[in-house]
């Protein structure tokens, strides 16, 4: 099993790319999800090391920054891997069976539906309705879909998938 992916950039890291964000703005706490935004389009998630400088940037209490961080779907704590996987959970979907979709992926991935793989190849997310009913069981991975999913078909579209690189 691939261990998943962890949050390992520093002040350093982090610092050089805060500072250009933190310049568009004047330290006022509305600011603060503008700057999560800024800065999860910056890193592709909102590294710890980044959450504790905008805190003080913004002097409020780091556990208003993770509160509003948490708040959000849109907001990651985590960092994303290269590509990212949807399984549908919407009702038609569900119905057809993808319970056992994503069942057949977390197994293959070895990682939850909110996770990603340490490798930083796949995140797994699941949502509500991808607009496909008629596909369904649907799943994405990036912006391709993929419709009438069974276990079996698992294989055979992270294979293309990794293939297409
Ligand atoms: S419920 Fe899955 S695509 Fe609509």
Not at 34 to 46: G, H, N, S, V
């Amino acid at each position: 099993m691939v261990p998943l992916a962890k949050d390992t950039l520093t002040k350093a890291d982090v610092q050089e790319k805060l500072e250009d964000i933190f310049s568009h703005y004047r330290g006022e706490r509305q600011e603060l999800i503008p700057i999560l935004q800024e800065t999860q389009a910056k890193f592709r998630y909102l590294p710890a090391a980044a959450m504790r400088e905008i805190s003080k940037f913004l002097q409020i209490p780091e556990s208003s920054v993770y509160g509003v961080s948490t708040f959000y779907a849109q907001f990651k704590l985590t960092p994303l891997g290269r590509k990212l996987i949807r399984v549908c959970r919407g009702t038609a979907c569900h119905v057809r069976g993808s319970a056992k979709v994503l069942a057949e992926i977390e197994k293959q991935l070895g990682i939850k539906a909110g996770e990603t793989t340490g490798d930083m190849e796949y995140t797994l997310e699941t949502v509500a309705c991808i607009g496909a009913c008629a596909l369904a069981p649907t799943m994405t991975i990036d912006s391709e879909t993929y419709g009438k999913m069974s276990t079996k078909k698992v294989a055979e579209v992270l294979g293309d998938r990794s293939k297409a690189g």
